[in-house]
């Protein structure tokens, strides 16, 4: 007899909803409704019909009362994978948060055309496989029989798997294949040089950075075992790179891209090739590490200290927490990589549960600090380009192209009175003005607004003047200064993956530089001190991560120029010790009790529901909560500590509140000469788990 009752999960916001509803499935649907399917069903309570996901069909309910039916089915095609459910809701309970909001980003937006050809698709496959030549076991037909999990690998794609390389490249005293297939846990330092991809066809040979040929040839041994491979990367010009990488080694047909740039019906697309059997290498940004594999043995993410891995959406779950409770269900092998390490992955290494994969032989870049050179100059050591790092830059430039870091885009990051010196802000929101281009009128970087009949607001001067350089000035600057040389911006406006080899300059902001063909000849690291001068918990390993990503990309023994930065940072940048580093700042942050050697959450809301939520925390934990304070909307924040240990509880004691703010509604002040006219208003209280805005300047 067919199962008849559906525990769904309702897809809505509401916080007091999260959790499985029994609904009886009429007989019209019985046979039809499965797990992972979309349906429609009522809510009794609001009186309307809402979707939901079908996580279990059981036979019967222990709910002794009657049963609301399913109103409907959406689609036959189960989007929601067992192994994504169960993520989301681990993810959910760590963030204290909905699993709802997680599937929102894990399972796109329905797209039926996609859907009816995937069905097609399938069923023709079904149809072959039942023909008589497949049943009497033509190999042909059903892909041969299969002698162990590496079949899996061969039978769906119908294109040959790669060999796994025996060792990956730069890694010659570490078995890295091994540990792949051993399942291990690695925090793997990437040898900071770029390398050349060899020719397809007609197309030219590309250029990538080593990192992205290790993780392509890490891929490559879980797929010759039959499973999936799953690379996160922070943002489109990494993941170019990457597939660059992957299509030298592994047939097109295995890489599927799931990222936020595609467009809805090719990500559902890829989803859908996700949902079955064969062995695929998924790529992609964040989201990438909630699609569906359920044969995965591999989990890599690139650079997890870029802020681009912590989704703004709830329940705000980091990338890397995402891996790392994924790799807690599937247990595949899992690498975290960079050029610099972050704090967090340190932290794993430190007390044994991350194992250190170094490069043999090890690469010391020619990283030269200007601050500890002596100048004969006088005051030209204290230029914004020191004459060492000129005369090498002049030099290496008539050979080839060389990388001019800066820290902001625009022409003049900053505008200021030139009488009192105050910052020049917008006079609608009151936003810093900015200049985008030489001659452009000044423009507000909030709200766009332009900076016509502008006066300064503390002396009522109409003049301004520009305070620092951005990448647009710098590269005017140096187009006066290297005559008849390119000059080439790249910055978040201008994107620019890959130069030639032809001399040239190129100005890019952090995070933004083209790919040189055998590497840039020289690197000139300008504005360190200012990208220092933010205030961030993170700014420090932010800034030796944004210089360690540029010294990768140039040219073997090139001259690398870190200007205007001394101290801890100079030295483990020139001496390419940066995990010492990260060691060092993860020891501040203990004694400090700041993230990542505790873990915190924030607490927005009125000042009675904050102060409420913390009152529920064991008093060991309310003793190291800091403040509540004043934040903007009236309302208050505090920031709780605790320890790893204790982040299940502190998460199920908030999301508590949470649910009890959601379902309350605040009593009207008696004689309030509005309260005829105004509803009860639900009390807003809002967490947030590993939250480091706090931390930073605001």
Known sequence: MPRAVARVLVDTPLPQLDRLFDYAIPERLRGTVGPGMRVKVPLRSAGRMADAFV??????????????????????????????????????????????????????????????AWLAARAAKADAAARPEAADGDPEADGGPETGSGARAQDQAGSP????????????????????????????????????????????????????????????VALADGDSAILAVPDYRDQEQLIAALEAVVPPERIVRLDARQSNPDRYRGL?????????????????????????????????GDPL??????????????????????????????????????RLVEI????????????????????????????AANARIPSTAWTEAKAAVEFGPVLVQVAHPGYAPRLACTECGDTARCLRCSGPLQQKAAGATPACAWCGALAVGWHCT??????????????????????????G??????????????????PAIVVATRGAEPIAPGGYRAVLLLDGERMLARESLRVAEDCLRWWADATALARHRAPIFLVGVGGALASALSTWNLARFASSELADRRELRFPPAVRVATVTGQTVTVEEALDDLPEPIRAETLGPVDVEGGTVRAIVRFDYAAGHDVASILRGRVIRAATSRRKLVPGDPKAATRRSVAPTLRVRFDDVEPFAEQ
């Open 55 to 116: 996580i279990e069909v059981a036979a019967s309910s222990e709910h002794e009362g009657s049963l609301s039916e399913v109103d409907e089915l959406i689609s036959e095609v189960p989007v929601l994978a067992p192994e994504v459910w169960r993520l989301a809701r681990a993810l959910a309970d760590r963030a204290g948060g909905s699993a709802s909001d997680v599937l929102r980003l894990a399972v796109p937006t329905r797209q039926v055309r996609v859907e009816k």
């Open 161 to 220: 798997v790669p060999a796994p390389p025996l060792l990956v490249a730069g890694y010659r005293s570490a078995d890295l294949a091994a540990a792949v297939r051993a399942r291990a846990r690695l925090a793997l330092d990437a040898v900071p040089l770029v390398v050349e991809l060899p020719a397809s066809g007609d197309a030219a040979p590309r250029w990538v950075g080593r990192w992205a040929v290790t993780l392509a040839e890490l891929a490559t």
């Open 272 to 304: 859908l090739r996700a949902r079955g059997d064969e062995a695929l290498v998924l790529v992609g940004n964040r989201s990438v590490l909630l699609a569906p594999a359920a044969h995965l043995g591999l989990i890599a993410v690139w650079d997890d």
């Open 309 to 346: 891995f912590s989704e703004p959406l709830s329940p705000y779950a980091h990338a890397r927490d995402t891996a790392l409770l994924r790799y807690e269900q599937q247990g595949p092998a899992l690498v975290f990589a960079g050029h610099a390490r972050s704090t967090d992955v340190q």
């Open 352 to 379: 044994g549960w991350l194992t250190e994969a170094l490069p043999d032989p090890r690469y010391q870049p020619r990283v030269i600090p200007t601050t500890q050179q002596g100048s004969r100059e006088g005051f």
């Open 458 to 483: 503390t002396c009522e001067n109409t003049k301004m003047r520009t305070v620092g350089t951005g990448a647009g000035r710098t590269a005017d600057e140096l187009g006066r200064a290297f005559p």
């Open 485 to 502: 040389v390119r000059v080439i911006v790249s910055d978040g406006t201008r994107q620019v993956l890959e130069i030639d080899d032809e």
